[in-house]
Antibody
Framework: QVQLQESGPGLAKPSETLSLTCSVSGGSISGTYYWSWIRQLPGKGLEWIGYIFYSGSTYYNPSLKSRITISVDTSKNQFSLKLNSVTAADTAVYYC?????????????WGRGTLVIVSS | QSALTQPASVSGSPGQSITISCTGTSSDVGSYDFVSWYQQHPGKAPKLIIY???NLPSGVSNRFSGSKSGNTASLTISGLQAEDEADYYC??????????FGGGTWVTVL
């Protein structure tokens, strides 16, 4: 069965770039699904960050758009998130997730999440 | 853009039914059938339990059901069980072409 796994540094310094990768196993990232990043801020709040299709087309949350880049590497069956100019407010658990087929707005498969702390 | 409004907590006894509300506006819940619900146990990732208002994903217990009326969506858990104790989040597509989540509801099984 398809599984998602986030990886990346658990600590980032203020003003630097946070970089995370999501590895997809048990199935191909190329197909009819879109792939998203979601974060959960301290105190529970969930925030959708953006999505990518295997073709490379992306769509970002307008509130984060200026700081986000999501990319895909189909040869490695991975997609990645870069969030630049981070502050303490970006401290969160970051999840990668699979969206419903053809970009339907729900997430039917989630990674375990990775905690990123922004601190000097 | 504010989060969708959910009660902070709901409780019920085993076997009872409980309902969690998710209140939005005519720009999100009221205009689109892209409402979904997620269950999250402490320290775990969220799990999809309802999509597109009332659809049950494969493998999810039919004790969970979803509905919508106007700007408010609802999740009902019938035959409450100890394993249902968790956080529950709603989400909705919005007219700003983005996705919004609710603040979460903690369900306590008494």
């Amino acid at each position: 069965q398809v599984q998602l796994q986030e990886s990346g540094p658990g600590l980032a310094k203020p003003s630097e770039t946070l970089s995370l990768t999501c590895s997809v196993s048990g199935g191909s990232i190329s197909g009819t699904y879109y792939w998203s990043w979601i974060r959960q801020l301290p105190g529970k709040g969930l925030e959708w960050i953006g999505y990518i299709f295997y073709s490379g087309s992306t769509y970002y949350n307008p509130s984060l758009k200026s700081r986000i880049t999501i990319s895909v590497d189909t040869s490695k069956n991975q997609f990645s998130l870069k969030l630049n100019s981070v502050t303490a407010a970006d401290t969160a658990v970051y999840y990668c997730a699979r969206m419903g087929k053809l970009g339907r707005w729900f997430f039917d498969l989630w990674g375990r999440g990775t905690l990123v702390i922004v601190s000097s | 853009q504010s989060a969708l409004t959910q009660p902070a907590s709901v409780s019920g006894s085993p076997g009872q039914s409980i309902t969690i509300s998710c209140t939005g506006t005519s720009s999100d819940v009221g205009s689109y059938d892209f409402v979904s619900w997620y269950q999250q146990h402490p320290g775990k990732a969220p799990k999809l339990i309802i999509y597109e208002v009332s659809n049950l994903p494969s493998g999810v217990s039919n004790r969970f059901s979803g509905s919508k009326s106007g700007n408010t969506a609802s999740l009902t858990i019938s035959g409450l069980q100890a394993e249902d104790e968790a956080d529950y989040y709603c989400s909705s597509y919005t007219s700003s072409s983005t996705l919004m989540f609710g603040g979460g509801t903690w369900v306590t099984v008494l």
